[in-house]
């Protein structure tokens, strides 16, 4: 959609010049014909949607940037800034409009040295980056090009979208507009209404009510009315004249919520770009999973393709800048060539500046221009003090405490769960399930005030590689059972073998021992579990080297053995050895040593000093495996990782918010820029950490939506553009119980926030009823509809005529077989409307429901809705 600039012509728009390079800050401009005009910060969020605008934010690189960011510049020498340049095109811009804004977007890059990343946004198909900017206030469009484009009143907007809310004028007024699954607001002269939709979440109505205040106050409109889908009767005779005259209630339709078409399984496909005698060339190198190492090449060019999601160009930092300013043309070609929606959100990146949503489509990234802080194994020692003083590095290495509190290990069993004596409590076998219950050292108030554990127990479910399935749902059913008998403060967790997280290793003290088979004294029924029968002669293998990587794990015969590697043998004849690699570090064999002890007196060999007393006792099988991996030479990397997160990277760190859609599919909006404010108590949250999925659930949520926490997380795990271990831990928080491994992602967290959070019943009963005195305006004793968080088809019970999805009165009479799926043409009734359902019956639902079902069947059958 423009013509080849030439390079060397362009001349930079004065409105840009006063920006400089080494300032933060957020700028909005909107692309008159051959100018730029800034806007006032008041009009931040406020589009037209005949219009093109150029945002342009820029932060310290790590930290986040929004409209209310001040510009300063930014003096401390070396310091890397992250420049983002988005252009938003409306959904109606002329198309001259928006050939002049893909210019000047190339002016201000020129302007920035090309040190930026570029992104084409379009109404409605906005980024999360964008998106993040405007997360106080949500997004705002009017229709045309300016405010005197269409009259003040009546107009009508519908809100649509979450975190943050976009409120978008409609071209015309009518039905048509209206669906179940949104909130609209209609602007008379004289009264503000927001019309509820049945299915919308609290967070959809409180945006709209919001947003209705704000349209009020604007235009000095008196008064404010909250309308509820299949209540519009309820309205007060004045408010529904008022109504009428712009939206005739004898005609209302309002369409269900529309379902989300299922998202095709997203695919990763990378294509080398080259201009051949001035066309632009596209390859296919790779589908599926990419590694950082695939863009190889300083002055190559590569496409990203992550439809529908984003597609990405990337240019290598040699490349000659006539590619820089010319890519986003070219990928906008691609588009179109690919036959994708014109609205596919584009990007351009740079190497070396590539922005965190590029960043996550890649397994291990590592910055050549921003050192990646690695935590190596930490050699401080922790105590929990220290921990709870400082969240954020609790949260790093994934440890809530030092692991000092107390234990009670308990085997799940088909018949029976037992508590393990403590003596024996750190033997696991893979054949088994275990559910581990450890109070939190250290979980009272400090003196010095500092943030406290909210949490007093963690709850976790250890599942061997080969238990068999029906121990597992036995060992979730009784976790859920513990968390209920310990009623408040506790996190739970599932982690399969494996994957133990630090904090379950820290609480063994780096001394669990894992064996492949099923523990046998489970199977004597009614055996008390107090005599540990260890196999005559096993191999463990050391993994790891600090009290919270550390774990002993039982390999076979086959296995080669590793020099920097310690092992564990219990000899046939009883004597315990350990054996370690000529590599092997002391932190490795004092960990080595620590296990070993619990099997027993030990003694300790070294690699190439094995003693002739070592060799008769574990015989020749094991000297013939040690021979085999000494003569290979060469060292093959350890196949067993210590699967501890090493790295911290705030790229990979996402939050996201669930959304129940109508047909009860969970949707997961990702937050950029996360902060303690976007958890809401009506919502779950998803906070994936790279190597553990928290789930955390609002204090408001529904038990149906709490059920399917654990589903989501896997959901998350299983959809991720990087390949993930579904066995990854998983953790369930609940809201004002958060462990300080959680907390730490945030930058700053207030205990008390979730107590002012403001709730939609009690901001519409602040308007209602202003002085805790009925305001008028709804007729008494109508009910409040209650926001959604699941729409169900029919399950049979009465109260919840409005979780039902709506049709028309002449739909629900027509032929059956004509019937959307979801009715039961037994219970057509419970899919009218509050309002029609008086009309046809002269009563309402609740008091239909109590009459005699004889007397039900004959009313449906005269009103035609049997």
Known sequence: DQKRPVYEDIKIDTAFRKISPRSIGFHVWRIQQDHVETLPKEQYGTFYDECAYVIYAASLAGTNCDKSTISREIKTPGAAIERNIHFWLGANIPAERSKSAAYKIIE???????????????????????????????????????????????????????????????????????????????????????????????????????????????????????????????????????????????????????????????????????????????????????????????????????????????????????????????????????????????????????????????????????????????????????????????????????????????????????????????????????????????????????????????????????????????????????????????????????????????????????????????????????????????????????TYTCKAVQVSSKTLYYPEDCYILKAPDNEVWIWCGQYSTGDSREMAKSIAGQLGEYSLVMEGNETDEFFNSVGEKFLKQLKKTTTAGNIITPAVQTNVAQTWDRAVIALYRCQLLEDGKPTLRQIFGFSQQDLRPDSIFLLDAGSIVYVWIGEQTVVEERAQCWELARQLIATHPVQRDTAMPIAAVRQSEEPITFVGFFDSWDRKRFESCVLYENLRSEIEYPNGVGAGGRLPGAPIPVPRSSVRSDDGSGDDFDRYQKYPLDMLRGEAANLPASVNPTRKEIHLTHDDFVTVFSMTYHEFEELPKWKQVELKKQKKLF
């Open 108 to 546: 201000l890059d020129l302007h920035l040295d090309h040190k930026t990343t570029q992104f084409r946004e379009s109404q409605g198909n906005e980024g999360i980056r964008f998106l993040s900017y405007f997360k106080d206030d949500g997004i705002l469009v009017h229709s045309g090009s300016d405010a005197s484009s269409t009259p003040t009143d009546p107009r009508l907007y519908q809100i649509s979208g979450t975190a943050p809310q976009r409120c978008v004028q409609q071209k015309t007024i009518s039905w048509q507009c209206f669906n179940s699954g949104q909130v609209m607001i209609l602007q008379t002269a004289s009264i503000v209404f927001v019309w509820i939709g049945r299915s919308t979440s609290s967070v959809e109505r409180i945006f709209g009510i919001r947003m209705g205040e704000r349209l009020k106050q604007q235009h000095a409109i008196a008064e404010l009315a909250i309308v509820d889908d299949g209540y519009e009767q309820s309205m007060s005779i004045a408010r529904k004249e008022v109504w009428n005259g712009y939206l005739n209630l004898a005609k209302r339709f309002v369409k269900p919520m529309p379902l989300t078409p299922t998202v095709a399984e997203r695919l990763l496909k990378l294509y080398h770009c080259d201009t051949v005698n001035g066309v632009f060339r596209v390859e296919l190198v790779k589908t599926g999973a990419l590694e950082q190492a695939d863009l190889y090449g300083r002055d190559s060019i590569y496409i990203v393709d992550y439809f529908p999601q984003a597609i990405w160009i990337w240019i290598g930092r040699s490349s000659h800048k006539q590619n820089r300013a010319e890519a986003m043309r070219h990928v906008r070609g691609y588009v179109i060539k690919k036959g994708y929606p014109a609205g596919t959100p584009v990007a351009r990146v740079i190497d070396g500046l590539e922005p965190a949503e590029f960043v996550s489509l890649f397994p291990a990234w590592t910055s050549a221009d921003i050192n990646g802080n690695t935590v190596k194994g930490l050699s401080e020692k922790f105590d929990a003090l220290t921990l709870i003083q400082r969240p954020r590095m609790a949260a790093k290495i994934q440890l809530m405490d030092d692991g000092s509190g107390d234990m009670t290990v308990y085997q799940i069993g088909i018949d029976e769960v037992k508590e393990i004596p403590n003596k024996y409590a750190k033997t696991f076998y893979s054949g088994n399930c275990y559910a581990v219950h450890y109070e939190v050292a250290c979980s009272t108030e400090n003196a010095n005030g500092s943030l406290p554990n909210s949490i007093r127990n963690v709850v976790y479910l250890w599942c061997g590689l080969n238990a068999p399935p029906e121990h597992r749902t036995i060992g979730e059913a009784f976790l859920a059972e513990l968390c209920e008998h310990l009623k408040k403060n506790v996190v739970q967790v599932r982690i399969a073998e494996g994957m133990e997280p630090p904090h379950f290793l820290q609480i063994f003290k780096g001394s669990l021992i894992v064996l492949n088979a099923q523990d046998s004294s489970l199977e004597q029924a009614g055996a008390v579990v107090n005599i540990r029968q260890y196999p005559t002669s096993f191999v463990l293998k050391v993994v790891g080297n600090a």
